[in-house]
């Protein structure tokens, strides 16, 4: 047995293992239950998530208005179109992108430093970590909704303090296409930063505190402890942070839906999941056609993922 | 003839493996003849089984059983107080009539609508509440509601032949029983155009200039707001213009997807449309129309142009009483002002009702100036499409949008109800608001539209 | 017999409350700064929702006769009151509870069992496996919807459990299923990191005295797991209570929907009332925010998402 070491975690000793072979001490009944617990679980994950995701592929080359079993070969007729003759398309590429730039600038670097802020063992920290959290409980719906009535155009909190809420001096946050994304940014944001906040709190509480104290004896600043010793130490968890950014960023739906509204790309506020849900669920479907907006989100989503699990993976082939 | 009734009276499960919705089936009068008569013979249910083993394939969809099992399912998109309560005094009406009970399964009208047509494929009602045009011709054809001839053969006595128009799907078979319309019209205030002396325009030009005067008056001539959910409501002014411009007939092409969207007729809308902007309410790409409105109630903007259910937002009966409407101005005197937007709003049966029987009763009764009394007398934001309703207590405004309604030559739906409403929602819509954002990109703007319209409109 | 890695010295399971190291001490200016930065972001972060509150407890005659933005000349529960019966909510709330209860419950169960069978067995298609779940949950849901509304027509479910229907469509057990199946993955991922931080001593002890794996499991895995399940079970409330696009598709009958549609009840066709809404909105947040104030003590302590390993 290695003794353990009071070092950073994140600095891996090289300890290699013999593969103990447990596998051959289980006796058919621990197999059977094994199997059980494994399998079920597997097998609804499959059912449920994995086959209509590949018959959504399949169908992303077809024509189909989702009624009735007249589904139609089409080839790659769907994403010539979405490519050359559908304008909301490339504007929700941008929109989404924007979207993930701006929350790996923005509220994720905010959250991991109001978390490690929050860290420090300090008063009232129950009271602050409680107050940022907040946004995190509610749904996504109601962000929408309480945002909505900050931002409406006449009664709204933002245009009533400005008195921007005459005709000649309208600002129209949720209207004006320059402004809108950033409008509703700023409302993704506030429930981003507080989710990225409890994520990283939960990987600074589980880092050793003797790595910052340290680095602080030998006469760094806050500064430099933190992006040369915690953040370093912190590997894991900032992948996840990152993973969590590029998928809310991408998977962006309920907030636009919310404060966009639900029938039709708004100009300025077009976006994946909405031209998806947009064409998929309406009441004259083209499920072909939004099949294939899916997979080209799909396909995004993946270079984001893979890398990630084989860089969180890989260790795993190594122990 | 394969056999129609196997699908329907045999499967207890409620749905029946294969022949949902295959849409150009038996004619829907036939098949009911015969249901007549072959349930009218006695031994048919011990054979049934037999019959369900070779009806596969056949069209008929639904499994409704012959006799009417006391309830009826009633699918409806009224979740507002108004209407909720409307539809469920209408429901007792009907219970307290034939002794049938109504379930009645409400789901907030965006939702319902946006999930129509998963609804209607899933586990839907008997009855259910939709939108008469296009928009009901397409469910009608795609097999998904069960044609209702044998209703009207009762209830047609109580409606004009527009009505019964705007009834059929395109295989000329009825689907749809109508309960209201309300008309759309340019609202205001009787008291403001008194006070500053303003006359309602009739023509184009008189409009314009009338919009100036309030300008310069320091009113904000039009209340306007397309926020949110309301993408919509630029279409009122198009459809009319449109009218007024071209005529109902090349609207209704246009909305149909056989004229082009890049004609100079259309141009012309636009550039109509254009001279309105200069004075609109700002700030409303993101007003919902209910603030919109509220602007009128606070005699802050002059116009209006909304459907009836402007009035909804009225909730003080003085002003209310103060609310009037002009129809749309004249435009091109070959058209003149002859053709009125009238949404209707009714109902049609699913095309895997459960109890026909029942569902036949209810549509029967739906159809009789007893339903609409009950409904109307809840819902006072709507008129009576039924000739058999008693008008008589309808307040100012109601009566004068059935005059109204009665005197078009020509009447529509409305932009998404009269035309596929994937492309009017996912096309026409963005396209208008984005326009509306920069009113110069008039010629984009169409080509946009045109060159997407063929993925809606294969002809 | 060998483990490698840092074997804890101060894993999270064995240590949810850490003692405080450094009690006393003095303080300094940059303390004073760090609470003032930190109550001004906790006030800004409050703002949107205090102004909800606000707007909530006042009549809809008092703020369209004065605007929003005035002094209110009364606050009134009214609002509430009439969410409270209007749009249903008592009716909502038992649905969400119905979704949500058994959901995450599933979600757990299901999660710890993967969870446990990669982290404590060296099979080869532990990795196959950890990454398939993961990358599931990853996916955009509305990827999923089309194939899922159709799979859901085809799985018939006895007359007992969905009446009426017969199928798995407009069912709970249907959304049930679906928000189990895309949770798994999350909460798999987490557990597993949490189990590795479990000694594999104990286990092996415990196999060694001839413990089934299921003992193993339930009796001295499961336990360790507690601060793990107070988190994901945190996390997966708010997550499946708040959820509406399963329910979007996968109802059709109104009564059954999740309490994120009453809102949408509340929101009129041609009539908006803002306080009302307000008033609705803020009390569907209120059983998520009671879990949270319940399992906050865990939550943290619980989500070390895998800090330990290297």
Same mark, same amino acid.
């Given at each position: ?72 070969? $089409? ?16 504007? +929700? ?17 905010? !959250? ?71 409008? $509703? ?135 | ?19 949902? +919705? ?14 007549? !008569? ?17 009806? !596969? ?235 919109? &409105? ?63 029987? !029942? ?24 008129? +009576? ?16 949008? $059935? ?57 | ?40 972001? &906790? ?9 909800? $509150? ?257």
């Amino acid at each position: 047995m290695i003794p353990t070491t009071l070092e950073a975690p994140a600095t891996r000793r090289g300890g290699k293992k013999t593969p103990s072979r447990r596998v051959r001490r289980l006796s058919r009944r621990d197999k059977l239950v094994l199997t059980l617990m494994v399998g079920i679980p597997t097998l609804a994950h499959l059912v449920f998530v994995w086959v209509p995701t590949i018959a959504s592929l399949l169908l992303s080359f077809t024509s189909w208005n989702g009624i009735g079993v007249h589904i139609k070969w $089409v080839g790659l007729t769907n994403y010539r179109l979405l490519f050359s003759d559908y304008p909301a398309f490339w504007p +929700a590429i941008e929109h989404n992108f924007i979207w993930l730039g701006f929350f790996l600038l923005v509220p994720t670097p905010f !959250g991991m430093f109001l978390a490690y802020q929050l860290n420090k063992q300090i008063r009232f920290t129950r009271f602050y970590q409680t107050a940022i959290f907040l946004p995190m409980v509610i749904s996504l719906a109601v962000v929408g909704f309480i945002w909505e009535i900050i931002y409406n155009p006449d009664t709204g909190l933002l245009n009533s303090l400005f008195g921007t809420n005459k005709q000649g001096n309208y600002i129209d946050w949720l209207g004006d296409p320059h402004l809108n994304l950033w409008a $509703v940014l700023v409302a993704a944001s506030w429930r981003h930063a507080a989710y990225i906040m409890v994520l990283y709190l939960a990987g600074l509480k589980g880092m050793d505190p003797a790595l910052p104290e340290a680095a602080s004896i030998d006469g760094a600043n806050a500064w430099q402890t933190f992006m040369r010793v915690v953040f370093p130490s912190m590997k894991p968890i900032n992948i996840i942070v990152a993973v969590v950014t590029v998928i809310e960023s991408l998977r962006a739906f309920d907030l636009v839906y919310v404060m966009g509204g639900n029938n039709g790309a708004k100009p300025g506020l077009e976006l994946m999941s909405l031209l998806i849900t947009n064409n998929i669920v309406g009441e004259a479907p083209r499920i072909g056609f939004g099949s294939a907006i899916a997979v080209v989100l799909l396909i995004i989503s993946l270079i984001v993922i893979i890398p990630y699990l084989v860089q969180t993976f890989r260790k795993e082939r190594v122990r | 003839m394969p056999h129609p009734i196997a699908g329907r009276n045999v499967s207890s499960s409620g749905r029946d493996g294969w022949g949902r +919705a295959l849409p150009g089936g038996i004619p829907a009068l036939s098949r009911r003849t015969m249901l007549k !008569g072959l349930f009218g013979a006695a031994g048919l249910a011990a054979a049934a089984p037999v019959l369900a083993a070779c009806g !596969g394939g056949s069209g008929s969809s639904s499994s409704s059983s012959s006799t009417d099992t006391g309830t009826v399912t009633f699918g409806s998109n009224g979740s507002d107080v108004a209407p909720k309560s409307a539809y469920a005094a209408t429901m007792a009406a009907f219970t307290k009539q034939s002794g049938d009970k109504v379930k009645v399964n409400t789901v907030d009208h965006d939702t319902f609508q946006n999930t129509i047509s998963t609804y209607l494929q899933g586990t839907p009602d008997d009855v259910f509440t939709w939108f008469a045009g296009y928009r009901m011709q397409f469910f009608a054809s795609q097999g998904l509601a069960h044609p209702i001839d044998d209703v009207w053969a009762k209830i047609g006595a109580n409606f004009s032949d527009a009505t019964k128009a705007l009834s059929k799907g395109t295989d000329g078979h009825y689907y749809f029983v109508p309960i209201y319309n309300y008309p759309w019209g340019v609202f205001y205030r009787k008291s403001l155009f008194q006070a500053k002396g303003y006359e309602v325009p009739t023509k184009w030009d008189d409009f314009i200039s009338l919009a100036a005067k309030m300008k310069s008056d320091g009113l904000v001539p039009f209340s306007w707001g397309y926020g949110q959910g309301d993408s919509w409501t630029p279409l009122g002014t198009f459809d009319y213009l449109n009218m007024r411009i071209n005529g109902y007939q090349f609207h209704m092409d246009l909305m149909h997807g056989k004229e082009s969207w890049t004609d100079a007729k259309v141009t012309d809308v636009f550039t109509h449309y254009s001279q309105l902007l200069p004075y609109v309410q700002q700030g409303a790409a993101g007003r919902k129309w209910e603030d919109a &409105a509220q602007a009128l109630v606070a005699k802050q903007t002059g116009m209006f142009t909304l459907g009836l259910f402007v009035a909804q937002q009225f909730t003080n009966p003085a002003d209310l009483a103060d609310l009037d409407f002009f129809a749309y101005p004249e435009v091109n005197p070959t058209y003149g002002q002859t053709s009125v937007e009238a949404p209707t709003d009714g109902f049609m049966v699913s095309h895997k009702v459960k109890n026909l029987a !029942g569902a036949t009763k209810l549509m029967e009764f739906l159809g009789s100036g007893a339903a609409e009394d009950a409904y109307l007398a809840i819902d006072n934001a709507n008129v +009576a499409i039924n000739s058999q309703a008693d008008t008589s207590k309808y307040n100012a405004l109601q009566k004068k949008s $059935v005059e109204f309604i009665s005197q078009a030559k020509t009447l529509s739906q409305f932009g998404d109800r009269d035309s596929d409403p994937g492309f009017v929602s996912n096309v026409v819509e963005p396209a208008i608001a984005k326009w509306l954002g920069n009113p110069s990109s008039t010629t984009s703007t169409q080509s946009t539209i045109e060159s997407q319209k063929s993925q809606y409109f294969t002809s | 017999m060998t483990t490698s890695e840092v074997a804890p010295p101060r894993t999270s399971w064995a240590e949810p409350d850490r003692p405080v190291v450094r009690r006393k001490r003095h303080v300094r200016p940059a303390r004073v700064v760090l609470h003032v930065f930190l109550t001004l972001t &906790a006030i800004v972060w409050l703002i949107p929702l205090l102004w909800a $509150v606000y707007t909530s407890l006042r009549s809809y005659a008092d703020t369209s006769a004065h605007g929003y933005l005035s002094i209110a000349k009364a606050l009134t529960l009214q609002n509430y009151e009439n969410a409270w019966s209007q749009s249903g909510l008592p009716m909502y709330f038992w649905n969400s509870m119905l979704i949500t209860v058994p959901a995450v419950l599933l979600t757990l169960v299901f999660s710890s069992f993967v969870a446990f069978f990669v982290s404590r067995f060296d099979f080869r298609v532990n990795l196959a496996l950890l990454m398939l779940f993961t990358a599931g949950n990853l996916l955009p849901p509305q990827v999923i919807i089309t194939p899922l509304y159709r799979l859901y027509l085809l799985i018939p479910l006895p007359d007992f459990m969905n009446p009426g229907a017969d199928v798995l469509y407009d069912s709970y057990w249907g959304v049930i299923a679906i928000h189990v199946a895309f949770q798994t993955g999350f909460c798999t991922f987490v557990f597993s990191n949490y189990m590795r931080t479990i000694p594999k001593e104990i286990t092996e002890a415990a196999l060694v005295d001839g413990a089934s794996v299921w003992r193993q499991f339930w009796q001295i895995v499961l336990p360790l797991c507690r601060p793990a399940f107070a988190a994901l079970a945190t996390l997966e409330s708010i997550w499946i209570y708040n959820d509406f696009f399963w329910a979007l598709v996968l109802f059709s009958t109104g009564s059954k929907r999740p309490i994120t549609s009453a809102l949408a009840n509340l929101q009129g066709q041609y009539f908006t009332n803002q306080n009302l809404i307000a008033a609705g909105a803020l009390m569907t947040a209120i059983p998520t925010l009671l879990v949270y104030l319940l399992l906050q003590r865990q939550f943290i302590s619980g989500l070390t998402l895998g800090a330990n390993k290297g």
